[in-house]
């Protein structure tokens, strides 16, 4: 059973940096598209950003020009930049992908779609 894991959340003061992972555990060939999402207390779960295979990026408007997604094949690993962080962007952190098993899997576009247990994110002073 594959899983995703998240990393690199904690407390962070207003206007700082995290620097979020998203791997799998098992072996696995590679992710195709993967999505940011998280979750505020007492809110419901929203989209964040979007990496696809070929690595165009989308965001949400509130983290457009703080947010950063980008990937690294090799490693298979999808990382969200975080920079000038507000109080508002606290809550769990969660990695969606589609994931390949093989590469036949790969060329054939067969995933899996897993969701991680996500990583805490609190900005406050």
């Known amino acids: 059973q594959v899983q995703l894991v998240e990393s690199g959340g904690g407390l962070v003061q207003p206007g700082g940096s995290l620097r979020l992972s998203c791997t799998a555990s098992?072996?696995?060939?590679?992710?195709?598209?993967v999505n940011w999402h998280r979750q505020a207390p007492g809110k419901e779960r929203e989209w964040v950003a979007a990496?696809?295979?070929?690595?165009?990026?989308t965001y949400v408007d509130s983290v457009k020009g703080r947010f950063t997604i980008s990937r690294d094949n090799a490693k298979k690993a999808v990382y969200l930049q975080m920079n000038s962080l507000k109080p508002e962007d606290t809550g769990v952190y969660y990695c969606?992908?589609?994931?390949?098993?093989?590469?036949?899997?790969?060329?054939?576009?067969?995933?899996?779609?897993?969701w991680g247990q996500g990583t805490q994110v609190t900005v406050s002073s």
């Open positions: 969606n992908a589609e994931v390949y098993r093989t590469y036949a899997d790969s060329v054939n576009s067969r995933f899996l779609r897993p």
């Open positions: 098992g072996n696995i060939f590679g992710f195709g598209a």
């Open positions: 990496i696809t295979s070929g690595g165009r990026t």
